[in-house]
C-alpha cells in the first residue's frame, strides 16, 4: 500500500504563488497516474491537474495557464505550482495515486493539505 503525503498548504494573498508537495512511500514508477484534487466547503471534490508516468500533464480548465504539475521521481515526489491564485481557489487539496501492483489496483489519497487565498 501507498501514503501520500501533501504539503506546503497555507495562506496566501489573491495574485500570490504556492507550491504543494505530496510525497509518497513508494517509487512513482508503480504508479500510472498521480494527480491533485480540491474540495471547497460544501462542493464535490473536483480534479485539478494529473501527471501521467509518461510526464504528460493534464489539467481543468480552472487550472490551465496558471498551474503547473511536475513529478520528481528521484524523491518520490510530486508537485503543484499555483499561481496567480484567485479566492475561488480555497479548497483542501488531496494528492491521489494509481496504478497496478502485482496485478492489483490501488487507488491511494493524501489527507489533503488547506489551501487558503484571502486578503
Known amino acids: 500500500q501507498v501514503q501520500l503525503v501533501e504539503s506546503g498548504g497555507g495562506l496566501v494573498q489573491p495574485g500570490g504563488s504556492l507550491r504543494l508537495s505530496c510525497a509518497a512511500s513508494?517509487?512513482?514508477?508503480?504508479?500510472?497516474?498521480m494527480g491533485w484534487y480540491r474540495q471547497a466547503p460544501g462542493k464535490q471534490r473536483e480534479l485539478v491537474a494529473t501527471?501521467?508516468?509518461?510526464?504528460?500533464?493534464n489539467y481543468a480548465d480552472s487550472a490551465k495557464g496558471r498551474f503547473t504539475i511536475s513529478a520528481d521521481k528521484a524523491k518520490n515526489t510530486v508537485y503543484l505550482q499555483m499561481n496567480s491564485l484567485k479566492a475561488e481557489d480555497t479548497a483542501v487539496y488531496f494528492c491521489?495515486?494509481?496504478?497496478?501492483?502485482?496485478?492489483?489496483?490501488?487507488?491511494?489519497w493524501g489527507q489533503g493539505t488547506q489551501v487558503t487565498v484571502s486578503l
Open positions: 513508494r517509487s512513482l514508477l508503480t504508479m500510472n497516474k
Open positions: 491521489n495515486a494509481v496504478g497496478i501492483r502485482s496485478g492489483s489496483f490501488f487507488n491511494a
Open positions: 501527471i501521467a508516468s509518461s510526464g504528460s500533464p
